[in-house]
């Protein structure tokens, strides 16, 4: 399976903002801009989580993927806020390619189990905040990162796969932001326990990290976000280093 390169918009009040350990956001720009110029730079994919997650701010999302989609061919998973069955029919009607559920998929677990059955496995991630223990484990977030659930990140992980959803998105709390590498422990100790797609996310830092992240931590796409927004480093960058380096990608 080749390996995703895939940039994060994180969208706040319809603008894209981005911040470290999930605190202290910045602006970082306009999210159809961002989206169209990463459609020119070869992303295989695009993450567009609406962080604010409000009435207003669905309805903001809503025209910012109809403004993406008219402009881009770039494939876009969504998420932020999605607590029932109908928005994820509202964001697919509006050109999501697939959509991703976190903390709603704690509090309902059953809705993931509907959402894959009744639209199929293919269109549906979970992400997964996962933030380190005293004991050596990771624990499971919510709400933006405020909230410990409790859950164990891996018992949760294994149980997401039994649910239906087709992939996970799996983010470092520890590392969001500190462009200091994938938490590779957490990625090669999930990937022990589950065989559906996993999106490395949180620490990428320079090109070895991606290639860290693929090789080592054995995940199937690799997420990041100021990395790219503030063009430390360019998607075919990533690419042309992967590629190099032995690493099927997709092509485009």
């Known amino acids: 399976m080749p390996i995703r390169i895939i940039p994060c918009l994180d969208i706040k009040d319809g603008r894209v903002?981005?911040?470290?350990?999930?605190?202290?956001?910045?602006?970082?720009?306009?999210?159809?801009?961002i989206a169209k110029a990463y459609d020119k730079a070869g992303a295989d994919e695009l993450v567009l989580l609406d962080i604010g997650a409000s009435n207003r701010s669905r309805i903001i999302l809503l025209d910012i993927i109809r403004k993406i989609k008219e402009q881009t061919t770039i494939p876009?998973?969504?998420?932020?806020?999605?607590?029932k069955?109908?928005?994820?029919?509202?964001l697919l009607?509006?050109?999501?390619?697939?959509v991703t559920i976190s903390s709603a998929a704690i509090k309902k677990p059953k809705l993931v189990w509907?959402?894959?059955?009744?639209?199929?496995?293919?269109?549906?991630?979970?992400?997964?905040?996962?933030k380190s223990t005293a004991e050596g484990n990771w624990s499971v977030y919510i709400n933006g990162g405020r909230t410990d659930t409790q859950n164990d990140v891996i018992k949760w992980?294994?149980?997401?796969?039994?649910?239906?959803?087709?992939?996970?998105?799996?983010?470092?709390?520890?590392?969001?932001?500190?462009?200091?590498?994938?938490?590779?422990?957490?990625?090669?100790?999930?990937?022990?326990?589950?065989?559906?797609?996993?999106?490395?996310?949180?620490?990428a830092g320079k090109l070895e990290d991606f290639l860290a992240g693929v090789i080592e931590g054995?995940?199937?796409?690799?997420?990041?976000?100021?990395?790219?927004h503030q063009k430390e480093l360019e998607v075919r960058q990533v690419k042309d280093y992967l590629k190099k380096n032995g690493v099927a990608i997709l092509e485009g």
């Open 17 to 33: 903002v981005k911040g470290v350990q999930f605190a202290h956001l910045k602006d970082a720009g306009d999210p159809v801009e």
């Open 76 to 83: 876009l998973t969504v998420g932020g806020g999605v607590n």
């Open 85 to 90: 069955f109908e928005d994820f029919e509202q």
């Open 93 to 98: 009607d509006v050109g999501a390619s697939k």
């Open 114 to 130: 509907e959402a894959a059955s009744k639209l199929g496995s293919e269109y549906i991630t979970v992400a997964i905040d996962a």
């Open 157 to 203: 992980s294994t149980e997401v796969e039994r649910l239906g959803a087709g992939e996970i998105l799996l983010t470092s709390m520890d590392k969001d932001g500190t462009k200091d590498g994938y938490d590779l422990a957490l990625l090669k100790t999930v990937r022990k326990h589950i065989d559906i797609p996993i999106i490395a996310s949180g620490g």
């Open 218 to 228: 054995r995940a199937n796409a690799v997420l990041a976000a100021s990395l790219f």
